[in-house]
């Protein structure tokens, strides 16, 4: 259930992130539900895979190659789901950010719920 709900809060993030960022845009909550369930599969299992062969260069730039690599899974996600549409890097990479910090915010809403 809980699983559930955050895609569901996923999916409303990339909506609210669809309509301010201009580079942006998504067709439809179903898409944005998709994007969700894509994006959290390539972060458990394409993510750790890149973190360890990018693992001398993430450490020379003391961890920022690590935003490279969420803004490439947003590319990737790009490239997967058609409902779904991001211009180019640097939206990609202020995209991860700003999902992330979102995230961040609505998960531990989630969890003060819980208790």
């Known amino acids: 259930m809980n699983l559930i709900v955050r895609v569901l809060l996923t999916a409303i993030?990339?909506?609210l992130l669809a309509k301010l960022l201009p580079g942006v845009a998504v067709e439809g909550f179903t898409?944005?539900?998709v994007v969700a369930i894509v994006i959290g599969v390539l972060n458990v299992f394409?993510?750790?895979?890149?973190?360890?062969l990018t693992l001398p260069i993430t450490v020379v730039t003391l961890g920022l190659f690590l935003l490279?690599?969420?803004?490439?899974?947003?590319?990737?996600a790009d490239?997967?789901?058609?409902?779904?549409?991001v211009t180019?890097?640097?939206?990609?990479?202020?995209?991860?950010l700003l999902l992330s910090f979102l995230q961040s915010i609505l998960f531990?809403?989630?969890?003060?719920?819980?208790?």
């Open 13 to 15: 993030a990339v909506v």
């Open 31 to 33: 898409s944005a539900i």
């Open 46 to 52: 394409v993510k750790p895979i890149l973190v360890i």
């Open 68 to 76: 490279v690599i969420n803004a490439g899974i947003i590319l990737l």
């Open 79 to 85: 490239n997967f789901i058609d409902g779904f549409t």
């Open 88 to 96: 180019g890097f640097w939206v990609a990479l202020l995209f991860s």
């Open 108 to 115: 531990s809403v989630l969890k003060e719920d819980v208790r």
